[in-house]
C-alpha cells in the first residue's frame, strides 16, 4: 500500500441506533466515511440475527455513499440477489460459509455489476484466498469473531494482512472489521490494509468526525 494511498472508512451500521438509521447514516456521512458497513447476521452462521433485505432497500434511499452489506450468513447464494436488487453496492460473503462453490457465489455476485468481497474468520488461513484474489475486489480480514460488536481486536488476525497483499493485485482492497480504534488502525494500516470497519469506536465517540479522521 502506498503511504498516501486514501484509507476507506466504512463505519458499521451495528453500533448505529436502530431506530435513528437514517440520522445515523448521515450523521457518519456528513463527518467523512466513505462506505456504510451494513452487517446480516442470520442466527446461523453466527450467534446472533441482524438486519436483512428490507432494511438495505430504506437505507439505500438516504445513503450518499456506498453501502458496504457483509453477509455473515449460510448459503449467501440465496440472498445475494435480493440484497443486490434492494442496493448493496458491495457485498461480502464468507469463506467458511461457501467453500465449495467460492467460483459460483463470485460470478452470482459479479452478475449484478456490484463488488465482490470474501471474508474469513479469525480461525480461517489467509492462503485459503490465495486463488480467488485475482477474481474479487475485496478481502475482508475479522479480527474478532463475527456476530458481535465492541469485541477487542485481536492482533495475530492482522499478520495475515502482509501475506495477502504478497499475493493479491495492487489494486485489491484489504479491509480489516473487529476491534477498530486509533491504535488497531495504525496497525492494520502498516500491514497493508486500505479499509477500515468501525462500530463501536465511530458511534460510541463524542465527536463521529475526530474519530473517522483519526483512523486514516
Known amino acids: ?32 466515511a ?13 450467534p446472533n440475527i441482524s438486519i436483512g433485505v428490507p432494511v438495505v432497500k430504506s437505507l439505500k434511499k438516504v ?43 463470485i460470478s452470482l455476485i459479479r452478475s449484478f455489476n456490484i463488488k465482490v468481497g470474501i471474508s474469513i474468520k479469525p480461525k480461517t488461513n489467509q492462503e485459503v484466498l490465495f486463488p480467488y484474489l485475482d477474481k474479487i475486489d475485496m478481502v475482508l480480514v475479522m479480527t474478532v469473531e463475527p456476530g458481535f460488536g465492541g469485541q ?3 492482533g495475530y488476525c492482522a499478520q495475515k494482512i502482509p501475506y495477502i497483499r504478497g499475493k493479491a493485485p495492487e489494486n ?12 488497531t488502525a495504525n496497525i492494520c494500516k502498516s500491514l497493508g490494509a486500505n479499509s477500515l470497519v468501525a462500530g463501536s469506536y465511530i458511534y ?6 475526530a474519530a473517522i479522521e483519526s483512523l486514516r
Do not use: C
Not at 472508512?9 to 435513528?20: K, Q, V, Y
Not at 482492497?173 to 473487529?178: E, T
Not at 460510541?204 to 468526525?209: A, H, R, T, W
Open 152 to 154: 477487542e481486536f485481536m
Open 1 to 32: 500500500m502506498n503511504e498516501d494511498e486514501k484509507i476507506i472508512i466504512s463505519p458499521s451500521i451495528l453500533s448505529a441506533d436502530f431506530t435513528e438509521l437514517g440520522r445515523d447514516v448521515k450523521a457518519v456521512e456528513d463527518a467523512g
Open 63 to 105: 445513503a450518499r455513499v456506498p453501502l458496504d452489506v457483509h453477509l455473515m450468513i449460510e448459503n449467501p447464494e440465496k440472498y445475494i440477489g435480493a440484497f443486490a436488487k434492494a442496493g448493496a453496492d458491495i457485498i461480502t460473503f464468507h469463506y467458511e460459509a461457501a467453500q465449495d462453490k467460492i467460483e459460483s457465489v
Open 204 to 209: 460510541g465517540s463524542d465527536n463521529i468526525k
Open 172 to 183: 485489491l482492497i484489504v479491509q480489516v472489521d473487529g476491534g477498530i480504534n486509533e491504535k
Open 34 to 46: 466513505d462506505w456504510i458497513h451494513v452487517d446480516v447476521m442470520d442466527g446461523h452462521f453466527v
